[in-house]
């Protein structure tokens, strides 16, 4: 089973700056990696797709990068609204699995 | 609009059943693969089982097979779990969520619905 760990658990960061949030995978997933929001008391929604891919809809300021076993996710110009806890995913092979999530707290 | 509606959530004592059912809408139901996501209370998120879009194949984690079941009908855009001999560990909200392969990202999420197993 392949195990994605995040770093940081929890970070408070003022509006406009960026914040990079890294997910490491305990084998190779080549960019079989992707990233999602979750705001409190909602669903998760896919932000990027493949590790660097934006999904339909997603805000510029949200971006993507890496492959093999590090990757991380970028939010340029952080806003009032991305207070959320983000979570990695890898597909590359069953059982699926994510990681434990970094809880973003906007001062 | 894409949307996905989950119902079926209860609460169940432990060694119950229930069925979970999933709605679809707004997209092409029988092109996406399908799957179901678990959040225990203030926890993370846990994929529990899939099945692709057409030929039907099912896949499922450690922790569930053999008690649960992975349905879905095409003609009705619906998705469906059987949970068996329910366990308290298995108390999570409930997410469809769907994608267009069975190994892929998640693309829709439907708003979840809470199971709950205590006596």
């Known amino acids: 089973e392949i195990v994605l760990t995040q770093s940081p658990d929890f970070q408070s960061v003022t509006p406009k700056e960026q914040v990079t949030i890294t997910c490491r995978a305990s084998?190779?997933?080549?960019?079989?990696l992707h990233w999602y929001q979750q705001k409190p008391d909602q669903s998760p929604k896919l932000l990027i797709k493949?590790?660097?891919q934006p999904f339909s809809g997603v805000p510029s300021r949200f971006s993507g990068s890496g492959s093999g076993t590090e990757f991380t996710l970028t939010i340029s110009g952080l806003e009032a609204e991305d207070a959320a806890t983000y979570y990695c995913?890898?597909?590359?092979?069953?059982?699926?699995?994510f990681g434990q999530g970094t809880k973003l707290e906007i001062k | 609009e894409v949307q996905l509606v989950e119902s079926g959530g209860d609460l169940v004592k432990p060694g119950g059943s229930l069925r979970l059912s999933c709605e679809g809408s707004?997209?092409?139901?029988?092109?996406?693969?399908m799957y179901w996501v678990r959040q225990a209370p203030g926890r993370g998120l846990q994929w529990v089982s899939s099945?692709?879009?057409?030929?039907?194949?099912?896949f499922y984690a450690d922790s569930v097979k053999g008690r649960f079941t992975i349905s879905r009908d095409n003609a009705k855009k619906s998705l469906f779990l059987q949970m068996n001999s329910l366990r308290a560990d298995d108390t999570a909200v409930y997410y469809c969520?769907?994608?267009?392969?069975?190994?892929?990202?998640?693309?829709?999420w439907g708003r979840g619905t809470m199971v709950t197993v205590s006596s």
């Open positions: 084998q190779n997933i080549v960019s079989s």
């Open positions: 099945i692709s879009s057409r030929d039907a194949l099912t």
């Open positions: 969520a769907a994608g267009k392969q069975p190994y892929d990202a998640f693309d829709i």
């Open positions: 995913h890898q597909s590359m092979s069953l059982p699926c699995s």
């Open positions: 493949y590790a660097s």
């Open positions: 707004g997209f092409t139901f029988n092109s996406y693969s």
